[in-house]
């Protein structure tokens, strides 16, 4: 499977249309407004972009282009994060969990859901 770097806006973007797909150009100008504040303009040269990249399908119905996500999300969530863990923590999971530890920045429930998560690692079930 190819690795998936996405820029901040190309998440943005993406986040809209896993949301709701498809999209036409003028929906997503409203969403990406009102979300970032983005212009018309911004957003389209984004969606050009992203479409040469091949992140994003375009289909044109009559006069309005409709955007489809060419990502999965968890294909671009497991990238990420790869990315995230080797730039932040030197690829160590521990690191990043020691780290939320000691800012006590885990609930008991999120120690709990980890706790679920490391077992049935463990048991092989993933």
Not at 8 to 23: A, G, Q, R
Not at 55 to 65: I, N, P, Q
């Amino acid at each position: 499977m190819e690795e998936i770097n996405l820029t901040n806006s190309e998440w943005y973007v993406l986040d809209c249309l896993w949301e709701k797909s498809p999209m036409t150009v003028m929906e997503l100008v409203g969403a990406l407004g009102e979300r970032l504040g983005w212009a018309k303009s911004t957003t389209i040269t984004t969606l050009r972009r992203m479409e040469n990249k091949g992140l994003v399908l375009c289909t044109v119905e009559g006069r309005s282009k409709h955007y489809t996500p060419a990502v999965r999300r968890d294909n671009a969530v497991r990238g990420e994060t790869r990315s995230f863990l080797d730039k932040v923590y030197r690829g160590s999971v521990g690191l990043m969990v020691s780290a939320l530890a000691q800012d006590k920045a885990l609930s008991r429930a999120e120690i709990d859901e980890l706790y679920e998560i490391l077992r049935r690692a463990e048991e092989g079930e993933t």
